[in-house]
C-alpha cells in the first residue's frame, strides 16, 4: 500500500489543522493505521493509530484531548485532526499502516509495514 501524507502548514499557536493520508494499492480496510511524527535532532514519535474499521483508537499522551483520527475506507483516507497546537507540535507528520493495530516495537512507539513521505507541520509562538 502507498500512503501519501498532505494537509501540514505553518500556523499559530492555539490554531487547528486538519492532515490527511491517502492510500493507495492494496485494500486500505486490511490496514490498521497511525500517524507518527518526527521533529529534527529528536526521535520518531507516535501519534496516534486507528483500527481497521475505526473501532478502536488510540493517542500518545501528547495528543491526548487535542487531536483526533479518523478514517474513511470509501476514500482510503485516514485522517489526524489537530486542535489547540502547541510549538512543540512542529514535526514532520507520517501517516503508516499496518497489519497490526498498535505494533509498538522495542522504542514503545508504533510500528508499520508501510509508510509515505510526511508533511512539515510547523506551529509559530
Known amino acids: 500500500v502507498q500512503l501519501q501524507a498532505s494537509g501540514g502548514g505553518l500556523v499559530q499557536a492555539g490554531g487547528s489543522l486538519r492532515l490527511s493520508c491517502a492510500a493507495s494499492?492494496?485494500?486500505?480496510?486490511?490496514?490498521?493505521t497511525g500517524w507518527f511524527r518526527q521533529a529534527p535532532g529528536k526521535e520518531r514519535e507516535s501519534v496516534a493509530a486507528i483500527s481497521w474499521i475505526g473501532g478502536d483508537t488510540h493517542y500518545a499522551d501528547s495528543a491526548k484531548g487535542r487531536f483526533t483520527i479518523s478514517r474513511d475506507d470509501a476514500k482510503n483516507t485516514v485522517y489526524l485532526l489537530m486542535n489547540s497546537l502547541k510549538p512543540e507540535d512542529t514535526a514532520v507528520y507520517y501517516c503508516?499502516?499496518?497489519?497490526?493495530?498498535?505494533?509498538?516495537?522495542?522504542?514503545?512507539?508504533?510500528?508499520?509495514?508501510?509508510w509515505g513521505q510526511g508533511t512539515q507541520v510547523t506551529v509559530s509562538s
Open positions: 494499492g492494496r485494500r486500505f480496510s486490511d490496514y490498521a
Open positions: 503508516g499502516a499496518d497489519h497490526q493495530f498498535l505494533r509498538v516495537g522495542v522504542s514503545g512507539e508504533y510500528e508499520f509495514d508501510y
